[in-house]
């Protein structure tokens, strides 16, 4: 197969062109975009989808902390975010912000309490653009509950200024205990090893969860991960929700990663017919075939610029933040300053790279790709894989 040239399906519903909200895959030329914000940030609380760690030295009796997060990290963090959103208004994107709201509020639901919630850095987990659809996702953590709340006011805008916009709410989960599988916290590594076919996490199959950022996109074929924060459910809802307007949905799976959460440290399409891999997690064999099947190829990130023990201390993130990248134009990607190697694979590979300091927000669980949500690129939609019938999740 020849890329980029697969025709558009015009004759689907899919095909619809919308002024506003416009994005069919990760790499087309980026025209609007909402960045993340740190004010007002806590730490990640223990709940029981979600047992922060820290990460490096530690004293004897160290715990993880609670509540806000200290005023000069939120600083330091927004000057990073400051300084992407002035890089990309430098290349003539229109760059949004999410609404400050309190997240040092508990929250008290009829299934659950939570002392604190969590940040507005990464838009990403929350919201997803899929051709002229936003889709806020039902999140996985109580924390997380209310964090469409920082962009309503932005999606509500879009949707008033563009009538072929769709705004979808996906249900919200009770997030009650029976939600979540307290023991797999508890699992040592082999059990998780003899287990890790099985692609059970944190999260039970009773409700429909996902996280946005389990979702990648690349035209008429959307592939999300299995993960502790996406269910078998929340896939059959995407599925559900997405095929009828012309899309594949296709699970996908990375037996490798004990411990998955969000695709894009694993599984990052760069351009038509490329995906940047994480020599760590590949994917299923019978699913990396569709892939190779069309043409498509794969290239493994090189050694990140840290071990995970020298990520930052409260980063929940892994050392593959390093992949995180943004695509500007389907030549031009935004990468992380210290990330050294990756940027001499993408230069060779042909991109033109735009460098920019973000480590300051590796703490806030995302890089580049995470504290970002894009709402517009140039393009439609096209077939990238021939119309094939795709994947069979099989499960
Ligand atoms: N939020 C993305 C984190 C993924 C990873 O740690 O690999």
Redesign the pocket.
């Known amino acids: 197969m020849i890329f980029p040239t697969s025709a558009s399906i015009d004759e689907s519903a899919a095909a619809v062109s919308s002024s506003v909200v416009n994005a069919w895959n990760e790499w087309d030329p980026l025209e609007e975009i909402v960045v993340g914000r740190a004010d007002g940030a806590c730490y990640d609380p223990a709940e029981p989808g979600y047992r922060p760690i820290l990460r490096g030295l530690t004293q004897p009796g160290e715990v993880f902390p609670t509540g806000p997060k200290p005023a000069d990290v939120i600083k330091r963090a927004n000057e990073e975010l400051d300084g992407l959103t002035a890089l990309l208004e430098s290349q003539g994107v229109v760059v949004r912000r999410p609404d400050p709201i309190e997240f040092d509020r508990s929250l008290s639901s009829p299934e659950f309490t939570v002392d604190s919630q969590y940040c507005s850095v ?1 838009p990403r ?1 929350v919201l997803i653009t899929v051709g002229n659809q936003v889709i806020e996702a039902t999140m996985s953590r109580r924390a997380r509950f209310f964090e469409y709340l920082p962009y309503r006011s932005i999606v509500r805008e879009y949707w008033d200024r563009d009538s072929e916009m769709i705004w979808t709410a996906a249900p919200k989960p009770s997030m009650a205990d029976h939600m979540y599988r307290k023991e797999f916290w508890e699992l040592d590594v082999d059990e998780r090893y003899a287990r890790m076919h099985d692609f059970e996490f944190c999260v039970t199959q009773d409700e429909v969860v996902f996280d946005a ?1 389990d979702i990648t996109r690349m035209g008429r074929d959307i592939f999300v991960q299995e993960s502790m924060t996406t269910n078998r459910a929340g896939i059959r809802w995407l599925r559900r929700e997405l095929e009828p307007r012309g899309f594949r949905v296709h699970a996908v799976h990375f037996p490798l990663d004990l411990f998955p ?2 695709i ?3 599984f990052v399409p760069l351009r038509p017919g490329l995906v940047l891999t994480n020599p760590d997690r590949p994917i299923k064999e019978n699913e990396a075939e569709y892939f190779s099947d069309h043409g498509w190829q794969f290239v493994d990130a090189p050694e990140a610029s840290s071990t995970n023990d020298q990520m930052p201390k409260y980063c ?3 050392r ?2 390093s992949m ?1 990248v943004l695509s500007v134009a389907p030549e031009t990607v935004i990468c992380e300053e210290s990330e050294k190697n990756l940027q001499r694979l993408l230069e060779a590979l042909g991109f033109n790279v735009l460098v920019i300091p973000f480590r300051s927000v590796y703490e806030f ?2 890089s580049l790709h ?1 504290a970002t949500w894009d709402v517009r690129r140039t393009g439609g939609c096209e077939d990238y894989f021939d119309g094939s019938v795709g994947i069979v999740d099989g499960r």
Do not use: E
Request: glycine share 12%; proline share 0%.
């Open positions: 990464c987990d950022a959460s969000h894009d440290c694993t929940q993130s892994s593959w933040l995180n669980g995302g995470c």
